[in-house]
């Protein structure tokens, strides 16, 4: 039945959706989908939720038939199924890579996975030196669709039916009580739930100072979790879209309200051969409504002003890097602008996170009961 379904898709994508409503690249991506194997649902899927996303769709099937992605090294450890490994691409991010390493081996992560992306500034070095990291490299110019396809690369090396951390080199996973229960344990939770992906929505952590404030960095003893412990609670919408469910809101739309920002992402997977992990979901399509984690989101660090340039040059991000422009335009008329204001929260522990509207309360109630933890 599942093999009839998949057939009837692929022959509505190949001979009706492309060749009607779509042009001569649509009807050549319709005939790289059909060489495509076990993810065709994955991509009709994606083709149908976003009425045509061709580009996008090109950029990842000429990618990932390419295998531009490379290994350089398998780390020594191997973690079991139920035991996320945490698979990253990144470029030119030394400092938050060895920030994401350190607080994901304390919450139970044993099995890294890096693929950088040209990095100059020694992200690369740092990386091959690491017994727990799996080292890939792949020279293309970055997109969001590229990144898709090298992703799913890796995951065909270290292989499937099993449990990934998909993160930015930005992004921290995080969830209630998560200082008491290991991941392997929330893991095992969303098992017993019948979930095969946790949703977790990009929550902005920023300080009190202005954005890009350089004076944070030239504290050395001062980590920026230290620095960057705030956060909005009662910002966030969650919202319902021709049956999509997404996030939206934050601190980043209180102060660039012409941008245009997705916050809604299922980071942690268990994935299998037709998984295919994008930016805010996951194909084929596993959705929930309320947030089961989060993302502790840090993207205003004094450096990332040269990056947000370097982003605005290329050109390479979401609508021609339409949101870069909107921080960095703002920053440039007033570089006092800060997040921070009355209805900030400091993050004091995890259990602040069940301050945020998105919050799954039913979830996290059974889930402290499972483990005692309150």
């Known amino acids: 039945m599942q093999n009839l379904y998949v057939r009837q898709l692929k022959s509505f994508a190949a001979h009706v959706l492309y060749p009607t409503c779509l042009t001569k690249r649509g009807r050549a991506t319709a005939k790289a989908i059909q060489n495509m194997n076990d993810i065709d649902l994955s991509l009709i899927q994606s083709i149908k939720r976003y009425s045509a996303g061709t580009s996008d769709i090109l950029y990842f099937i000429d990618s990932y038939q390419r295998k531009g992605v490379k290994t350089i090294r398998l780390a ?31 919450i139970g992560v044993q099995h890294f996975a890096y693929i950088d992306n040209m990095s100059t500034d020694g992200t690369y070095e740092w990386l091959r030196q690491q017994n727990d990291v799996s080292l890939f490299v792949v020279e293309e110019a970055y997109s969001a669709a590229k990144r898709t396809a090298w992703r799913k690369q890796v995951m065909d090396i270290l292989g499937y039916d099993r449990w990934y951390l998909v993160l930015d080199s930005d992004e921290f996973f995080c969830y209630p009580a998560i200082e008491h229960v290991p991941i392997t344990h929330y893991v095992e939770y969303l098992e017993s739930k019948g979930l095969g992906s946790a949703h977790a929505p990009l929550i902005d952590m920023y300080s009190k100072e202005a954005l890009f404030s350089t004076s944070e960095k030239e504290d050395k003893d001062r980590s920026f ?30 102060l660039f309200p012409a941008s245009i920002i997705s916050i809604s992402k299922y980071p942690l ?16 399509l596993q959705e929930q409504k309320w947030a089961t984690a989060f993302l502790l989101h840090y993207k ?3 450096s990332d ?10 050109g390479n991000y979401y609508l021609g890097s339409h949101n870069y422009k909107q921080y960095m335009e703002a920053y440039e008329q007033n570089p006092n602008l800060t997040f921070y204001y009355e209805g900030s929260q400091k993050f004091n522990s995890s259990m602040d996170l069940l301050k945020i509207n998105l919050c799954d ?14």
């Open 76 to 106: 020594e450890t191997t973690a079991p199924p139920h035991e996320p490994i945490l698979l990253c691409a990144v470029k030119d991010d030394l400092e938050r890579v060895k920030a994401q390493i350190e607080y994901h081996k304390k």
């Open 225 to 254: 979790f230290d620095a960057y412990c705030y956060f909005d609670t009662d910002t966030y919408l969650s919202y319902a879209l021709y049956r999509k469910r997404g996030v939206q809101g934050g601190p980043r739309a209180r």
């Open 269 to 284: 997977v268990k994935a299998r051969a037709a998984t295919i992990s994008s930016c805010h979901r996951n194909y084929p």
């Open 300 to 302: 205003f660090l004094p």
């Open 305 to 314: 002003v040269h990056k947000c340039m370097d982003i605005i040059r290329s």
């Open 361 to 374: 309360r039913q979830f996290f109630k059974d889930f402290f009961t499972a483990y005692k933890e309150v």
